[in-house]
């Protein structure tokens, strides 16, 4: 999964993060209208998969894509949503190795159980790995992992001035050697967001996952943290800024990771709401991180 304060330990971005937060505390003008909007949202508590929302009572539309980011809303119940990438592409180099990474296609496919809980299925039906070095070159192709997440709102189900959601999750491993690393790995986010004067929006999303070692002798935590903030850059286009940061503690080779993440999605048809496409690119901060990734990608629901 894309799909993945910890990691970076920068006075800069911590600062500048708990600046925006202590924004959001003093003033809260540009964020009442989503006050308004929660506060006057039917009385959602009794749907289920089998009695589901009905159409007119559905909550805005609302995705993890396109950044990195985990948000805190879920898909009303008893409804069906899918986002993927149409294509992603990652460019790494690392020790005098070259490496392209391509996905075509990643879905996620996402069914509302409840009005706080939905079930969340992701998987890349084609995945290719290039390694290239001075001395050889190696391409593999296959299914990427199998991800299976629960997402469960604890705060702001319709929206707010602040959401709250936990997300478990269990990887399974689908991929063949040089794409996964055959191991069963798991963990859990927590993605938390707060509405800013003038429409702005800050959401951390904190994770930590339990992976197998890299000489398969025991696990490790990994730990990653992200700071995004998102705004309306019209009625149907927003732009999401992103910095993200991971410390994969690895016992053998434990490593730094940190990206700026840029992207923005946009609805193309007023007459289909619940369609909503979107591109970004990711720019790789330290020589551990992956230089570049590129994707555009596409949701929808049902």
């Not at 020790?95 to 879905?107: A, E, I």
Request: hydrophobic residues 40%; aromatic residues 8%.
């Amino acid at each position: 999964m894309k799909g993945r304060c910890l990691m970076i330990k920068t006075s800069s971005f911590c600062a500048g993060l708990l600046l925006l937060l202590a924004a959001g505390s003093m003033s809260r003008a540009g964020a009442q209208s989503a006050t308004d909007t929660a506060a006057s949202a039917p009385d959602k508590s009794d749907y289920t998969l089998f009695d589901p929302a009905p159409d007119d009572q559905m909550r805005s539309f609302c995705t993890d894509r396109p950044p990195k980011a985990n948000l805190p809303c879920t898909v009303d119940a008893g409804h069906l949503q899918y986002e993927s990438d149409l294509l992603n592409w990652t460019g790494s180099q690392t020790g005098g190795v070259t490496t392209n990474t391509w996905l075509f296609t990643n879905p996620t496919l996402k069914l509302g159980l409840t009005n706080r809980i939905d079930l969340e299925l992701n998987m890349a039906p084609v995945e290719t790995v290039t390694s290239r070095s001075a001395l050889a070159k190696q391409s593999l192709t296959g299914i990427g992992d199998l991800f299976v997440r629960t997402k469960v709102n604890l705060a702001g189900p319709e929206g707010g001035d602040f959401q709250l959601a936990i997300i478990p999750y269990v990887k399974i491993p689908t991929a063949r050697p040089g794409i996964g690393n055959g191991a069963v790995e798991g963990g859990m986010i927590v993605p938390v967001s707060f509405a800013l004067p003038w429409d702005f929006t800050l959401l951390f999303d904190p994770e930590i996952d339990l992976l197998r070692n890299a000489a398969n002798n025991g696990r490790h935590a990994n730990y990653q943290m992200l700071g995004n903030l998102s705004h309306a850059l019209s009625g149907s286009v927003t732009g999401y800024v992103e910095l993200w940061g991971q410390a994969d503690n690895d016992p053998a080779s434990p490593t730094k990771q940190a990206s700026l993440d840029l992207s923005v999605s946009w609805i193309a048809w007023p007459n289909r709401p619940n369609l909503q496409f979107d591109t970004g690119v990711n720019i790789g901060l330290t020589s551990a991180t992956p230089r570049l990734q590129a994707y555009i990608g596409i949701s929808q629901r049902f």
